[in-house]
């Protein structure tokens, strides 16, 4: 089995910054790709960024420019640096995975959400 456990969420003011971890765990063979999706009230899930085990990296078209993803191969991680932070940023952000299992098939993972907040 394998997991997602997401941390760094928060409250921060219009224009600042924050950072967003997440670990993956379990019996991985290897893994394909990582990232995050956001999904605010009322509205659908969206893709913020994502990156390929080659450094291959994607972001939605409202965040470019002001967030960055990295992954740490070794560690099964990957994060989300978020600057310039807008009111319209405010969502749950998923962490998302695409991994092989020892032994077994490639399955998209998803972690348990963070809140990120961004108010005055």
């Known amino acids: 089995q394998v997991q997602l456990v997401e941390s760094g969420g928060g409250l921060v003011q219009p224009g600042g910054s924050l950072r967003l971890s997440c670990a993956a765990s379990g019996r991985i063979s290897s893994i394909n790709a990582m990232g995050w999706y956001r999904q605010a009230p009322g509205k659908e899930r969206e893709l913020v960024a994502y990156?390929?085990?080659?450094?291959?990296?994607n972001f939605g078209n409202s965040v470019k420019g002001r967030f960055t993803i990295s992954r740490d191969s070794a560690k099964n991680t990957v994060s989300l640096q978020m600057n310039t932070l807008k009111p319209e940023d405010t969502a749950v952000y998923y962490c998302?995975?695409?991994?092989?299992?020892?032994?077994?098939?490639?399955?998209?993972?998803w972690g348990q959400g963070t809140l990120v907040t961004v108010s005055s």
């Open positions: 998302n995975a695409k991994v092989t299992i020892v032994g077994g098939p490639i399955l998209e993972i």
């Open positions: 990156i390929t085990n080659v450094g291959r990296t």
